[in-house]
């Protein structure tokens, strides 16, 4: 274990956090429904990736149990309930936006550099070898807001509300190396319910309007 | 007297790296080629087989139209000029360029924009309409594609901690595969890779292989180019397909690169190269067969993403400082 040195253990855990915002860059940038699921499975799957690295590198054992939890819910069952629920739907893919695809990825970069911003105070005061990653689990959680806001579609709002809780895992492993195990546990419960639930919604959805736009929620009908 | 030898030293460096990238270009366009044809499960064309087309295109007449003014025929000379002399400040070989004092990277991105500019000019001066369309088109692209490429190489030139290609260059060989920031690179990297499809007119954007109307950019501006104008064309657009690739290879993998000036790591730094641009031209060639043409309507999402990836490169430089 000569080679793993501190630094070489921060850069891999700044990998792994780059590579979870790439992924978010690449949901914003789908216009697939299924790909976006792909690409969320992914994103958790690097975030599964990066906290078993976190819980290696310091040796806390809880991380462990937190990232074979997200590998189960969010790479696993999250994304098949989602399959499942888009083979029902007649919309493969998100036609109309509110803001097209080149100016929400912009957006979306402005929005890094506001969480980077934001954290830059806080950081040199840190000293946990994760220190880096809070700025990218902000910039992550506000770009999943945004998305929720800006797409029409149930599935893609659901799938930009998973990916903020994505971005608020990394962010508590980033700020203080993981919540208590039981407090995880709960979050995890808490985020498979809400999916399945938003899965059953958008079926409700789908028979009410003929269509997974939310916006239609807001109109009044007689 | 040493100081004469030197200078003689850097002067033959300079012609031989120029003379590399001149010569070897048309066999990475036919090995391209060669690759799609395999890929397709045809025989294809020799690998080079763009040395004989040049040859038969050097010496047909070239018929130039009556309406068209000096711009047409300065044209094919300028892009084959501004296109060596921006490969002349990219290291091939040998990290360390005698012409670094010329010229950086900024220098190196406008003396490419030199030749697009003047390609875009000609495309309109026969007044043809598929010249007008192709121009129109390779101007959006052009536009879209520079802040990108500009972003990208910034990335890179802030963990060098300079813009001068050589130094960026020899400075990343020097550390001998230790990656100083992994993120910014790699998001760096992968930004100029859809730049160099972008501005080399390959398949995602742009179809090289056909003179289909509807889908054409680069084929559609130099449609009224015959002769030696078009062969002076197709060679320079070979070079900038082969300078691209020499930036990429020596920027993100200098390994191997000569980094002093003698003859053993002058030569492993020749063989190295060589395996590096046929390993990228590769791996486009198996992209141009993976992937469908985008409608020019997604271009602009596809280069979106490569400014973003930049520009996270950008960013990761100062937020993840280790």
């Known amino acids: 274990m000569t080679w793993l040195t501190p630094h070489i253990g921060t850069q891999l855990v700044d990998f792994g956090s780059a590579m979870l915002l790439l992924t978010c860059f690449a949901i914003v940038a789908q216009r697939r429904l299924s790909a976006c699921v792909d690409l969320f499975a992914l994103q958790s799957l690097f975030l599964a990736m990066t906290a078993a690295l976190v819980a290696f590198l310091t040796g806390t054992r809880?991380?462990?149990?937190?990232?074979?939890?997200?590998?189960?819910?969010k790479v696993i069952v999250i994304p098949r309930v989602l399959k499942g629920v888009i083979?029902?739907?007649?919309?493969?893919?998100?036609?109309?936006?509110?803001?097209?695809?080149p100016a929400s990825l912009l957006i979306c970069g402005a929005l890094v550099m506001i969480a980077f911003f934001i954290t830059q105070p806080i950081i040199p005061f840190g000293h946990l070898l994760t220190r880096d990653s809070l700025a990218i689990a902000l910039a992550i959680v506000l770009i999943g807001f945004f998305t929720m806001i800006s797409r029409q579609?149930?599935?893609?709002?659901?799938?930009a509300f998973l990916v903020m809780e994505n971005g608020l895992f990394l962010g508590a492993t980033a700020a203080t190396y993981g919540m208590p195990l039981i407090v995880e546990l709960g979050v995890f419960f808490d985020v498979l319910v809400a999916a399945l639930i938003a899965g059953i919604y958008t079926n409700r959805l789908q028979d009410a309007f003929d269509s997974v736009d939310t916006t239609h929620l807001s109109e009044l009908k007689e | 007297m040493i100081k004469d030898q030197s200078i003689l030293q850097a002067i033959a460096i300079t012609l031989a790296q120029a003379i590399v990238l001149i010569a070897v270009s048309p066999a990475i366009v036919g090995l391209i080629r060669k690759v799609k044809a395999r890929l397709q499960c045809r025989q294809g064309a020799g690998i080079f087989q763009p040395y004989a087309d040049l040859r038969k295109l050097f010496r047909k007449q070239p018929v130039v139209s009556t309406t068209t003014s000096w711009i047409f025929t300065a044209t094919p000379y300028i892009v084959f000029a501004s296109t060596v002399t921006a490969g002349l400040l990219v290291p091939v070989f040998a990290s360390q360029m005698p012409l670094n004092f010329a010229g950086n990277i900024i220098a190196f991105v406008y003396l490419l924009a030199l030749g697009t500019f003047f390609l875009i000019l000609a495309g309109l001066d026969a007044g043809s309409s598929f010249g007008g369309t192709g121009s129109s088109r390779e101007a959006i692209v052009a536009s879209l594609t520079e802040p990108a490429m500009i972003m990208a190489i910034f990335a890179i030139a802030l963990t060098a901690g300079s813009t001068n290609l050589s130094t960026i260059v020899h400075k990343t060989a020097l550390l001998q595969g230790i990656v100083t920031d992994p993120s910014s690179h790699l998001m760096a990297l992968a930004a100029l890779f859809i730049v160099t499809i972008a501005e080399t007119g390959r398949v995602p954007v742009d179809n090289p292989a056909t003179h289909l109307e509807l889908t054409m950019i680069h084929?559609?501006?130099?449609?009224?180019?015959?002769?030696r104008y078009l062969a002076l064309i197709e060679w320079a657009s070979g070079i900038k397909l082969l300078v691209f690739l020499t930036l990429i290879a020596n920027v993100f993998a200098p390994w191997g690169i000569a980094t002093s000036l003698t003859p053993t790591a002058l030569s492993v730094g020749l063989g190295v190269y060589v395996v590096k641009v046929a390993g990228l031209a590769i791996l486009i060639g198996t992209i141009e067969c993976m992937f469908a043409k985008l409608r020019l309507f997604r271009v602009t999402d596809l280069l979106g993403v490569a400014f973003i990836l930049a520009l996270l490169g950008l960013l990761f430089f100062y937020i993840l400082r280790g």
């Open chain 1, 62 to 73: 809880h991380i462990y149990i937190a990232a074979a939890l997200t590998v189960v819910v």
């Open chain 1, 87 to 101: 083979e029902r739907l007649n919309v493969t893919r998100e036609l109309v936006m509110k803001v097209n695809v």
């Open chain 1, 153 to 159: 579609k149930a599935v893609t709002q659901l799938i």
């Open chain 2, 219 to 227: 084929e559609a501006m130099v449609l009224e180019y015959s002769g």
